[in-house]
């Protein structure tokens, strides 16, 4: 039996009508769905960072807990002005010690068809910064609005696709997070 893996996945937006929330979801139902895995769903709209930076004032105690007992994280980000919103760079900013040498898999997500790749790319200089370690590639949701029906399933002609790509980057995001994790516990010393 593998060993369980615990992944975070992070919704990007607060946005009153967000459409990528759908995508986060489905992204995470897919995961509840995969054998030795603990998906943990984090809505920033359920979370409170009252200030930027990682001081402990700055720190939802919730989100620091997650952070610490997940293995490999998860995040959905739409494009906003060709990068990604505020509120996802505050939540990933108010923690760094428990991201160190743990993998992270990323998608975008927007109206039109570039599908959050811009967001993605503008991203992953952040994310390098904290000690996450990124994918290679990526999944994308252009027209995002037209992927979902109003219930937030994955409509039938695109499952297929999403779900052999969804698919392909989880068996990459668990590998790397078991190959972390036991790396991580053979040396708990060295971070
Ligand atoms: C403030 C703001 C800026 C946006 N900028 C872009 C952009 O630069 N490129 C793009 O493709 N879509 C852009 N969009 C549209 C989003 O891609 C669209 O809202 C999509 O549904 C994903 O975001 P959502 O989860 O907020 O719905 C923007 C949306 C907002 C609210």
Request: no cysteine; proline share 5%; hydrophobic share 35%.
């Amino acid at each position: 039996m593998a060993e369980r893996i615990t992944v975070a996945v992070l919704a990007g937006t607060t946005r009153e009508k967000r459409e990528s929330i759908k995508a986060a979801w489905y992204i995470a139902e897919f995961g509840r769905q995969l054998p030795d895995v603990e998906i943990i769903f984090v809505d920033p709209k359920e979370f409170y960072f009252p200030g930027d930076g990682n001081d402990p004032e700055g720190k939802d105690p919730r989100y620091t807990e997650i952070t610490a007992k997940a293995d490999a994280f998860f995040v959905i980000t739409p494009e906003y002005n060709h990068s990604f919103p505020g509120t996802l760079k505050r939540m990933l900013d108010s923690e760094l010690e428990n991201y160190n040498h743990k993998p992270i898999a990323f998608a975008g997500a927007s109206s039109g068809n570039w599908g959050g790749v811009r967001a993605v790319e503008s991203l992953l200089t952040a994310v390098r910064e904290t000690g996450l370690v990124s994918l290679s590639w990526d999944v994308y949701f252009p027209r995002v609005q037209e992927i979902f029906d109003e219930n937030g399933a994955i409509k039938p002609e695109h499952k297929e696709r999403y779900d052999r790509n969804v698919g392909k980057l989880y068996d990459e995001l668990l590998w790397m997070a078991r190959l972390f994790k036991s790396a991580r516990e053979a040396n708990t010393t060295d971070s």
